[in-house]
Each structure stands twice: as C-alpha cells, then as structure tokens.
C-alpha cells in the first residue's frame, strides 16, 4: 500500500461530472462545471455541494441561499470543458459554451436546455469545510429524463463522470450473476 495524502479525495472518484447554475439577487446567472456532490439523506431529501471558497458560484450561494445541479450528457464535453474552465465574475459562460437556459420550478437560479436530469435545492446550512463551502441544501424538485435513467439508474455509457483532472470516463454495463 502506498500512502496518499495528495489527492486523497480522488478515491472517491469517479463521480457525475454536473453543471451548477446559480443566481445572484440581482438576477445575474452563472454555471460552473462540477463533481463534488453527494446524497445526504433520502428522508427528507438532502444533497451536499462543495465549491471552491474563491468560486463566484460560491458567493452567489451564499448570497441566494439556492442552486440546480444540471445533469449533461457526454455530448456536452465541450459545454462541460467551458464551464469549467472560465470565471463568471466577469463573462457569460451560458453565451460563450451556447447552453440555452430554462426556468426552474421552484428556486430563480435557472435549469439548463440538454441535460438530463434537475436537481433544484435550497440550503439550509453552510459548512466551512476547509477551501471549501459544503452547502446542505434541501432538493425541493427533482426530475430526470426517462430514456437516460431507467429501474433506478442511469444506462451506462452516457453520463460523464470526472476522474481527475481533465479525465472523463463513462460506466459500461457489464451482466452481472
């Protein structure tokens, strides 16, 4: 055994590579391409979000309390690369990666037109987790596209999923006894 203090957190990699859009109280939106969430409890629903501190995304949270984690598919990889690659404190990343946005249900940060599945959430707490904020946050909507995730789960091969640095894989589905 090798011991690993370094990029510790890559042992829990693989994850869902999402888009977490957010909105400002004046209105201005911004989505940032992201790995770091997790279920947190199935009852009441909950899901967990770390965002660097520095982040703009993180400061919109902070300020609206409120954010939609975008499920893309391995189409996106492009939008997926853009998003994560540029500030919004200063450009329109929905213009420069071409994603249309649509209105959410419940929360004002917006949904975003390709992907497959919605998480809206409102936070109910903020942890100082270290260079990072991890927002608690309650899911208050939740919806998924039915040709990309059926019995439960998502059909392999579509969804990326962030193994480190600039490496995406997709699950394959393999028969199981």
Partial sequence: ????????????????VFLLTSISKEGKENVMAC????????????????????????????ETKEFVINIPTRNMLNEIWICG?????????FDLAGLKKIKAEKVSAPLIEGCVGYIECKVTETVDAGECYAFLADVISCKVD???????????????????????????DEKTT
């Fill in 35 to 62: 790995a770091w969430a997790t279920p947190a409890s199935e009852e009441p629903p909950k899901v967990i979000v770390c965002v660097a501190k520095e982040n703009y995304t993180a400061e919109l949270i902070l």
């Fill in 146 to 172: 039915k040709n990309y995730f059926k019995g439960g789960v998502w059909i392999p091969n579509q969804i990326p999923m962030h193994l480190g640095g600039k490496k995406i894989v997709y699950f394959r």
């Fill in 1 to 16: 055994m090798q011991y690993l203090k370094e990029n510790f957190y890559r042992l829990l990699h693989p994850k869902i």
């Fill in 85 to 93: 690659s540029k500030s919004g404190r200063h450009i329109n990343k």
